[in-house]
């Protein structure tokens, strides 16, 4: 019921105090540039001359820019309905500010019209929507960032509820004939690398940190922490968790990480560096 009210009321506040900025804008470069002679008024005519000026880009733009768009309901785009309408509508204050200042100028400002004093007028008449189509753009940078950030925060709450409900489970390495096993919370593991016929398992307790041996291979625990997104490939020898990953360092010939409470260097190969950095 009182949408369009409200509508108008939000153009009002997206767009009057640029309009207005606007507006003042070309009454000041008129006063201290005088693009057309003025020398037939006295100072105080002069000044309500030249507000008229500022009147009339303000005028056209208030109809171009809050009151059609209200009367229209036109004021929700696409991406490239948004900046055709930001061509025409400024395409559209250009020539009727120019055409109305024209006229004003003429018969006003008594102003003996030449092709060099309408060119400096179609100027003037320039700046105002070329000012709105930055202004266009940079708010709807703003918007898109906007949007960008809550999409972000949605996603992160989504992931970290993911990976707190992951880290709470536990997983159970078992040896290929089933002999041994060694069963840990998701966020205990830190690392799973090859040696020889057998895996590696690197993991927390308390305060410091364990290794085991488990006759197994890499592939058969890769498949065993698929479900589980924090684990990551660092190299064909080794599986990382990337919540105990420190940070990946390189120098002139190789990558590796380091872990948190772990003092040994674990190797990065090209193979997976960009998921990884990725991942990162």
Same mark, same amino acid.
């Given at each position: 019921?009182?949408?369009?009210?409200? $509508?108008?009321?939000?153009?009002?506040?997206? #767009? &009057?105090?640029?309009?207005?900025?606007?507006?003042?804008?070309?009454?000041?470069? +008129?006063?201290?540039?005088?693009?057309?002679?003025?020398?037939?008024?006295?100072?105080?005519? $002069?000044?309500?001359?030249?507000?008229?000026?500022?009147?009339?880009? =303000?005028?056209?733009?208030? +109809?171009?820019?809050?009151?059609?768009?209200?009367?229209?309901?036109? #004021?929700?785009?696409?991406?490239?309905?948004?900046?055709?309408?930001?061509?025409?509508?400024?395409?559209?204050?250009?020539?009727?500010?120019?055409?109305?200042?024209?006229?004003?100028? $003429?018969?006003?400002?008594?102003?003996?019209?030449? =092709?060099?004093?309408?060119?400096?007028?179609?100027?003037?008449?320039?700046?105002?929507?070329?000012?709105?189509?930055?202004?266009?753009?940079?708010?709807?940078? +703003?918007?898109?960032?906007?949007?960008?950030?809550?999409?972000?925060?949605?996603?992160?709450?989504?992931?970290?509820?993911?990976?707190?409900?992951?880290?709470?489970?536990?997983?159970?390495?078992?040896?290929?004939?089933?002999?041994?096993?060694?069963?840990?919370?998701?966020?205990?593991? &830190?690392?799973?690398?090859?040696?020889? #016929?057998?895996?590696?398992?690197?993991?927390?307790?308390?305060?410091?940190?364990?290794?085991?041996? +488990?006759?197994?291979?890499?592939?058969?625990?890769?498949?065993?922490?698929?479900?589980?997104?924090?684990?990551?490939?660092?190299?064909?020898?080794?599986?990382? #968790?990337?919540?105990?990953?420190?940070?990946?360092?390189?120098?002139?010939?190789?990558?590796?990480?380091?872990?948190?409470?772990?003092?040994?260097?674990?190797?990065?190969? $090209?193979?997976?560096?960009?998921?990884?950095?990725?991942?990162?």
């Amino acid at each position: 019921m009182n949408s369009k009210p409200n $509508r108008l009321v939000q153009l009002l506040n997206e #767009n &009057m105090k640029f309009i207005l900025s606007v507006s003042f804008g070309i009454f000041l470069f +008129i006063l201290f540039f005088q693009p057309f002679p003025l020398d037939k008024f006295d100072f105080n005519n $002069r000044l309500l001359f030249i507000a008229g000026c500022g009147a009339i880009v =303000f005028l056209f733009m208030f +109809i171009v820019k809050i009151l059609w768009p209200w009367i229209t309901g036109k #004021n929700n785009y696409g991406s490239g309905d948004q900046t055709l309408a930001s061509y025409l509508s400024g395409f559209v204050i250009l020539v009727l500010s120019a055409v109305a200042m024209v006229f004003y100028v $003429r018969y006003v400002g008594s102003v003996k019209m030449s =092709f060099y004093i309408v060119f400096k007028i179609i100027l003037v008449c320039l700046a105002p929507p070329v000012i709105f189509r930055f202004y266009d753009l940079y708010d709807g940078l +703003i918007r898109q960032n906007t949007s960008l950030i809550a999409e972000k925060k949605a996603i992160q709450k989504q992931i970290e509820k993911y990976e707190e409900d992951n880290l709470n489970k536990s997983v159970e390495f078992v040896s290929e004939a089933g002999s041994e096993n060694l069963t840990l919370f998701v966020a205990e593991v &830190m690392l799973v690398r090859s040696a020889d #016929n057998y895996i590696e398992i690197v993991y927390q307790e308390g305060e410091g940190v364990r290794k085991k041996l +488990i006759r197994n291979t890499l592939k058969n625990v890769e498949i065993l922490l698929k479900p589980y997104s924090n684990f990551i490939r660092s190299h064909r020898t080794c599986i990382v #968790n990337l919540h105990q990953v420190e940070k990946l360092h390189h120098d002139f010939s190789s990558y590796w990480l380091s872990m948190k409470g772990f003092s040994e260097r674990i190797p990065v190969s $090209r193979q997976y560096l960009v998921k990884l950095r990725e991942a990162l």
